[in-house]
């Protein structure tokens, strides 16, 4: 787990929405025989929202799903990360005229739960407003990537927005 070590200027671990998402996490989950889930592992990073987002996040992605011994799913889950993330930038970020001094450096945060035979791909930010499906432009090169998480995935959604934002979650099936 990413986690800002003692006088890191990295940005720290927030309560929300990534953990009001993992508070979400078992309703997602496959339950175990006591009823609950218990995640086989959790990594998690800040992004920034610049041009090297997408590469750092695809990168963290290969890196922790090979070390959890879960090459065959790689693949699908970059291709998720990237759309999630894609959406996050494009439509999760405030964008007023002067971004104000105090503006968290790292206003995304990718996380992925391993649990069983899922792993959750997880993109926050700080928007309220939620992921809309929608049918896209034949024409268009831009529309589809929420259908691309769609078939991808075997569920996907979102957390209940707060003033904090919201995560956009997408559960791959994995196989080890």
């Known amino acids: ?68 011994n879960l090459k065959p799913v790689v693949d699908n889950a970059l291709l998720v990360v990237t759309e999630l993330l894609t959406n996050a930038l494009r439509y999760g970020l405030t964008k007023p005229a002067a971004p104000p001094r105090d503006a968290a450096p ?22 309220p407003d939620v992921p809309v499906l929608r049918e896209p432009d034949h024409l ?11 078939c991808l995935s075997s569920s996907w959604g979102w957390t209940t927005p707060t003033a904090d934002g919201k995560a956009v979650w997408a559960a791959l099936p994995a196989a080890d």
């Open 1 to 68: 787990m990413t986690i800002r070590p003692a006088g890191s200027t990295a940005a720290p671990f927030p309560t929300l929405p990534l953990g009001h998402w993992l508070a979400q996490a078992p309703r997602i989950l496959p339950l175990t025989d006591d009823r609950t889930a218990h995640p086989d592992g959790l990594a998690a990073r800040a992004l920034t929202a610049d041009g090297q987002a997408a590469a750092e996040a695809r990168r963290f992605t290969h890196t922790t799903l090979s070390g959890w």
């Open 140 to 150: 268009a090169q831009s529309g589809r990537g929420l259908h691309i998480i769609d």
């Open 106 to 127: 790292h206003p995304l945060w990718l996380g992925l739960l391993r649990c069983r035979d899922l792993v959750l791909c997880t993109v926050c930010d700080h928007s």
